[in-house]
T-cell receptor, first 117, second 116 residues
Framework: GAVVSQHPSRVICKSGTSVKIECRSL??????MFWYRQFPKQSLMLMAT?????????EQGVEKDKFLINHASLTLSTLTVTSAHPEDSSFYIC?????????????FGPGTRLTVL | AQTVTQSQPEMSVQEAETVTLSCTYD???????LFWYKQPPSRQMILVIR??????QNATENRFSVNFQKAAKSFSLKISDSQLGDAAMYFC?????????????FGKGTKLSVIP
């Protein structure tokens, strides 16, 4: 149980384009989903917390107009990187808390590697 | 504010041996939860073990166990009978019930190598 998927796993795009990353909880409902960014050999950096049906809460320093988050249902959250630039290249990871199991525990997706040319 | 400190950036262990990864934390909360996550080269974060702070009993999952010392704010992970597949980054993390939907505070991680 507690499986989280992400799509796509890898994406390469041109500078100035937008990219959408999907995060789905496959076998549970998730009230809360989280989006992280991870630089090489570093820990995870929380970007935002999203709750189903409400606006995401962004961490300080994260541009909400650049990183659009939509949490439309209890099983789906999307992160859209708008007008991507090479400095947005990174590994993006989502996670979700389960309504059914330990609500304090985050289960992670496999991540998405974004490369902006 | 919560902090999580992993003082060992890298560790190595011989296959089949036992290794202990250290983690200390600081929080003023009384109701909190501690985790160890594993991130292998695939970069998929995998939950290894979960500990509820109000439980004195140390959590165990097969070859993985923790030594939870609440007064010392220490939460070490012991891996017994190490296997090649245990090679990964290990992150210690903390959350608490007032942490805005259970946001996690992570340590910087410990890279574990397993020597055949």
């Amino acid at each position: 149980g507690a499986v989280v998927s992400q799509h796509p796993s890898r994406v390469i795009c041109k500078s100035g384009t937008s990219v959408k990353i999907e995060c789905r909880s496959l076998d549970f409902q998730a009230t809360t989903m989280f989006w992280y960014r991870q630089f090489p050999k570093q820990s995870l950096m929380l970007m935002a917390t999203s709750n189903e049906g409400s606006k995401a809460t962004y961490e300080q320093g994260v541009e909400k107009d650049k990183f659009l988050i939509n949490h439309a249902s209890l099983t789906l959250s999307t992160l859209t990187v708008t007008s991507a630039h090479p400095e947005d290249s990174s590994f993006y990871i989502c996670s979700a808390n389960s309504n059914d199991m330990y609500t304090d525990t985050q289960y992670f997706g496999p991540g998405t590697r974004l490369t902006v040319l | 504010a919560q902090t999580v400190t992993q003082s060992q950036p890298e560790m190595s262990v011989q296959e089949a041996e036992t290794v202990t990864l250290s983690c200390t934390y600081d929080t003023s909360e009384s109701d909190y939860y501690l985790f160890w996550y594993k991130q292998p080269p695939s970069r998929q974060m995998i939950l290894v073990i979960r500990q509820e702070a109000y439980k004195q009993q140390n959590a165990t999952e097969n070859r993985f166990s923790v030594n939870f010392q609440k007064a010392a704010k220490s939460f070490s992970l012991k891996i017994s009978d190490s296997q090649l597949g245990d090679a990964a980054m290990y992150f210690c993390a903390l959350t608490y019930s007032g942490a805005g939907s259970y946001q996690l505070t992570f340590g910087k991680g410990t890279k574990l190598s397993v020597i055949p």
